[in-house]
């Protein structure tokens, strides 16, 4: 009988695959820019995308989510990422608004330093993959 525990951890998202798109993310070149597209969770729109990052290893995306969480951006790693559809111009992410809306808050100034990271990856590393 499998045990639970192991069975749960390998469902849940690594700091290894976190930061990295899944394969077939994309049927299209990995040089797509996805700014300006809708960010589409489980459960609705969450708002644009505003930057990337594709450094391999150190990948996401910062969503200004407008007028859905008031002047609020998020970061959300690559991992959380599970489609990118060119044509339709969206990125869609395996989260909920809630969940995304309960990460921890962006800073302007140290979103792109390790200890933000390690809070960002804490937080959704905690979710299982879908």
């Known amino acids: ?6 069975s749960e951890k390998s469902l ?13 993310v994309s049927e299209t070149d ?5 700014i300006g597209f809708d960010v ?16 391999v290893g150190d990948s996401y995306i910062v969503v200004d989510t407008g007028f859905w969480i008031f002047g609020k951006k998020v970061v959300l790693p690559a991992g959380t ?3 990118i559809d060119p044509q339709a111009r969206k990125v869609h992410v395996a989260r909920t608004k ?5 990460a ?3 800073d302007e100034s140290t979103y792109r330093e390790p200890g933000y990271r390690e ?4 937080y959704y590393g905690r979710y299982p993959l879908s």
């Open 119 to 122: 809070e960002i990856g804490g």
């Open 30 to 34: 990995q040089g797509l820019s996805v």
């Open 104 to 106: 921890p808050e962006f």
């Open 98 to 102: 809630e969940e995304i809306k309960e």
């Open 40 to 55: 589409e969770a489980t459960d609705g729109k969450i708002g644009t995308v505003d930057e990337e990052s594709n450094v």
């Open 1 to 6: 009988m499998p045990d639970p525990l192991t």
């Open 81 to 83: 990422v599970t489609q």
């Open 12 to 24: 849940m998202m690594t700091s290894e695959n976190l930061w990295t798109y899944r394969s077939g």
